[in-house]
Each structure stands twice: as C-alpha cells, then as structure tokens.
C-alpha cells in the first residue's frame, strides 16, 4: 500500500469521511487537509468567495509537508487537489504520493452539502470547484472512484484497487 495518499475531490465529495475510514483500515495516520487551510483562507470561503491559486501555494505546501513526513503505515490527506498543479506541488514535497480521486453527480453532492451543518464550505461554491476539477492523468500516480454506496463500500473498494495496484 502507499504510504502517503491525498483523497481527493469537490466539496462534498467523502473525502473527510472516506480518508478517515480508509486510514483507519490501514492503521495510517489521518490529516483533514481543511484544518490546514489559514485562517483567511477560511474567511474567504466561508464568506461564499473562492480561494485564488495564490491563496493555495501555502496550504498545498503544508499538505506536501505533511505526507512527506509520514511515518509508520503512512499518512492519508483529505485535501480538494482540483487542479493538476495542485497535485504537482503536493508531489513537489512528496514525491511518491497516490492520488484518489472521489466522484459523485452534482445532485448527489449538492444534497450531501446541504446535509453538512457547521463547516465553512458553502454548498454556493460547488459550481467553481466542478469547473476547477482536472481528473487524474494517466502519468499521475492514483485512481478514480464512484463515492457512491456508503463510506465503508467506498473504502473496499479503494483497499481493493490499491492491493491490485501494488501488485502490477
């Protein structure tokens, strides 16, 4: 199994849930790429406004920092990763970093953010984050999968793609 993965997505996506219930799986340790977010960055989102890139080097960078340390069975990150070049300055710290990326229909991630109470992402600024999502490439280290079925389906699933990964 990797030893740094970053579960990936839009909001409302799982990746919190999912990165949790995965990390627990596999005894890594887990890191809400949200909590690394800088207090303006949260004021802005929370505020209904959409982070800039330049707003993100620094989060990206910590969450670089924080799979590059790993130790142990590993660190599992949820963290948005959108962009191709979010992902790469993830790997600028940590190279050998798997991307997992998180999907669902808009329906389905609209009401999962309606249902979300108390967390500072606005279900208003789903739309931006569908317009910024660039799927993994085929030269990116990672897979994409359907977070349909409940957390503990999804995180089977993930275990069974990486296992079979590992072992081409």
Aim: charged share 20%; with cysteine.
């Amino acid at each position: 199994m990797p030893q740094s993965i970053v579960v990936m997505g839009v909001s409302g996506a799982g990746k919190s849930s999912i990165g949790q219930a995965l990390a627990t799986q596999l005894g890594a340790h887990f890191v809400d790429g949200d909590t690394l977010h800088p207090e303006a960055n949260v004021k802005k989102m929370a505020s209904g406004v959409p982070l800039t890139d330049d707003d993100r080097w620094p989060w990206l960078h910590l969450v670089g920092t924080k799979l590059s340390t790993s130790s142990g069975n590993g660190t599992i990150v949820a963290c948005s990763a959108l962009k191709r070049s979010y992902r790469d300055a993830i790997r600028k710290a940590a190279p050998a970093t798997t991307f997992i990326l998180l999907q669902a229909d808009r329906t389905a991630l609209q009401d999962r953010l309606t249902q979300r109470p108390g967390h500072f992402m606005p279900a208003s600024l789903l739309t931006s984050q569908l317009d910024t999502l660039e799927e993994l490439q085929n030269d990116e280290s990672g897979l994409m999968i359907e977070s349909t079925g409940g957390v503990d389906t999804t995180v089977v699933r993930i275990r069974k793609l990486l296992e079979r990964s590992a072992a081409d």
